[in-house]
């Protein structure tokens, strides 16, 4: 079955600065690639996702993009702000969008 | 809209306890998913809803868990006797249809002492 490796595992970084999270995915029929936000106390948010006909997508802040061949997509966050500082999972899924394969998740904290 | 609604939303109990999870999905979402996270290990599907209907429980980590959605609203998982390692964070999420993103619940945290 499709297995979701994502790293790095902790992530620090400054106010202003970017962060990127990758994960690698080893199913390549998967073709849906959700990213989601998971706060202290509440379930995951999703923030953004892609298809796997699409190579790049952005909202604002946010960006992913996916490189098909080699199997892995990234999350990218510019500008970090505070409220930034959550659990980050990507995941990845065969046909359906809802039984999804999520990576271990990426504990990013923002410093002032 | 109200959101995927999840009780208990903490639940303590002993090994060969009984426990019952209650998720009530958005109004008008057929398709309601049960996941787990345990340990701090990644968040895994357990099972699929669509309607009153198991569409995949291919998850489901043994017969101690029982998944039910009588009348196609909202849901519940009982565990059967209870393990240490049944402890985890339960998730449900649901979505409008089987192509739409998941809309997930705070989750149910379940501690097996």
């Known amino acids: 079955g499709e297995n979701v490796e994502q790293h790095p595992s902790t992530l620090s970084v400054q106010e202003g600065d970017s962060a990127v999270i990758k994960c690698t995915y080893s199913?390549?029929?998967?073709?849906?690639f959700p990213w989601y936000k998971q706060e202290l106390g509440k379930g995951p948010q999703l923030i953004i996702d892609i298809r796997s006909n699409v190579g790049e997508k952005k909202d604002q802040r946010i960006a992913v993009t996916l490189n098909k061949t080699a199997k892995h997509f990234s999350l990218h966050i510019t500008e970090t702000q505070p409220e930034d500082s959550a659990v980050y999972f990507c995941a990845a899924s065969v046909g359906g969008w809802g039984k999804l394969q999520f990576g271990a998740g990426t504990q990013v904290v923002v410093t002032p | 809209e109200a959101g995927v609604t999840q009780f208990p939303s903490h639940s303590v109990i002993e090994k060969g306890q009984t426990v019952t999870l209650r998720c009530d999905p958005i109004?008008?979402?057929?398709?309601l998913y049960w996941y787990r996270r345990v340990m701090g290990k990644e968040i895994k599907f357990l099972l699929h809803?669509?309607?009153?209907?198991?569409?995949?429980e291919s998850g489901m980590p043994n017969n101690r868990f029982l998944a039910e959605r009588t009348g196609g609203t909202y849901s519940t998982l009982k565990v059967q006797p209870a393990e240490l390692e049944d402890s985890g964070v339960y998730f449900c999420a649901s979505s409008q249809q089987g192509d739409s993103p998941l809309h997930f619940g705070n989750g149910t945290r379940l501690t097996v002492t």
């Open positions: 199913d390549s029929a998967s073709n849906y």
């Open positions: 109004s008008g979402h057929d398709n």
């Open positions: 809803f669509v309607k009153e209907s198991k569409q995949d």
